[in-house]
């Protein structure tokens, strides 16, 4: 069936690469350490490069006709196994759809390709005095439509990608060609939004091709601000505070005591913030609520260069230290998590101990990165020795951990195969009424099968 397939595709005339080696895994911390002890995680069974729609629909419909499986695959910065091949599917390279549409400067929206680049896009906006403002850690690998589909965050916390998308092109597994969103009414009542059935379908629904997205003019005026606290709970107190009675910072990294120490090399919790705004004075007078907050909850202000120190260790020493830790046995893995404000200094204290209690685990390092009025993520590095099975057993006492307080084992990395014997059990009914759907549009179970559901 394989090769009939393929030689559908190739009289097409379209690309079958001949060297797949680069498409061996994504960027998943547990595929990566597998790889690094030598055990074989297998290739696709074939990689295909398109060029355009209409070849993505032809081969939809052809994988439907010969039951191959398709893995859609861009910029391959997943770290939960979504851009996997399963060693049996083939992989579908996006990356030549990369395309800059239509700007609309009045409207303030930009549609374009879903395999180009978030750096790629962000420049070309940044030249015209604009920006997407979505600035993952992935930023430099990862694609818009891989964003969309995972339902993914930037590092700042005004950014999620749900926010900014009004309009999607999608080609669904029977290779029907769909425009979804409200698209220039920005928005309407007219019966549920299912533009948002994709945004986080991980690929089972259908093929992400094209999208329209908010963007905003650049901001000039910028203030940075570090506050030190003597205990991770209280600069939680004060970010509740200060997101609820002013709003989300522009940016805001708040560290525990352990990862203060080992990012900065000091034994408080720090609050490092950067406010945004397009007027001076706005920033003077954020800035002034700020520090007042911070003082009521024993915050003690701290230079603000720390900021670019801790830009500084992120983009470099980090690295350096954590490539460090490979020489010397060791691994790391990051656990994406978000609770509301009443749980999370429990869950956070549970959590760490429990993790800390698992022999081989080296350190836990956690920080808050985004604020919401209800409660705020949790991001935690894992350093622990080379051992996949102790992997599985991080992941599997976060699962118990979170779950126990009404959490989410994932803000933004998604679910891939990582995490998807937890998803029935966070999102219960939802993923039922889900499964209905994903089974009536993909008859044949072609669509990415292994992701985010069995």
Known sequence: MLDTFLKGVESRGISILKDVEGYRRDWTPLLALEEYLGKDIGKPIAVL?????????????????????????????????GAYHNKDCVVLDLSDLNKVI????????????????IKDLESWL???????????QSFYLATIGGAIAHK?????????????????????????????????????????????????????????????????????????????????????????????????PYRAVIHDNESGSYMLGLPYSISLIRLREYDQELVNAEESIVKKIARSYNGKEGEP????????????????????????????????????????PKMYRELRKSIMSLSGVYNVLSRLSHLYMNGSSLYVVVIFKQDP?????????????????????????GVGFLKKKWIGEEKKDEIRLFNIIRNYLDENGVMNKGKLID
């Not at 490069?49 to 439907?64: G, M, Y």
């Not at 239509?102 to 680049?117: C, H, M, P, S, Y």
Request: contains cysteine; hydrophobic residues 35%.
């Open 389 to 413: 099975e102790l992997l599985e057993k991080i992941w599997e006492t976060t699962a118990k951990v979170v779950l126990k307080y009404g959490g989410t084992i994932s803000h933004h990395h």
């Open 152 to 248: 993914g965050s930037g590092s700042h916390s005004s950014s999620n990608i749900e926010e900014l998308v009004l309009w999607l092109e999608v080609i669904l597994p029977n290779g029907e060609k769909i425009e979804v969103g409200p698209n220039k009414s920005i928005r309407n009542s007219m019966g549920p939004e299912l533009m948002h059935l994709f945004i986080g379908s991980e690929g089972r629904l259908g093929i992400i091709t094209k999208a329209k997205l908010r963007v905003k003019p650049l901001a000039n005026y910028y203030k940075d601000l570090a506050f030190y606290f003597d205990t991770f709970e209280d600069a939680i107190r004060f970010a509740r505070e200060y997101t609820i009675h002013v709003h989300p």
């Open 305 to 344: 260069e720390l900021v670019k120190k801790w830009r500084e260790v992120f983009a470099k020493k980090y690295e350096e230290q954590l490539l460090y830790l490979v020489t010397q046995g060791y691994w790391n893995d990051t656990l994406d998590l978000a609770i509301s404000w009443s749980e999370l």
């Open 49 to 81: 490069k398109v060029s355009n729609n209409d070849q993505i629909s032809e081969i939809v419909k052809l994988a439907n006709k010969y039951k191959v499986c398709l893995v859609p695959f861009s910029g391959g910065s997943s770290v939960v196994g």
């Open 102 to 117: 239509e700007f609309n400067e009045e409207d303030l929206t930009v549609t374009v390709e879903a395999g180009i680049k």
């Open 126 to 136: 940044n030249n015209k005095g604009y920006t997407l403002d979505y600035h993952p």
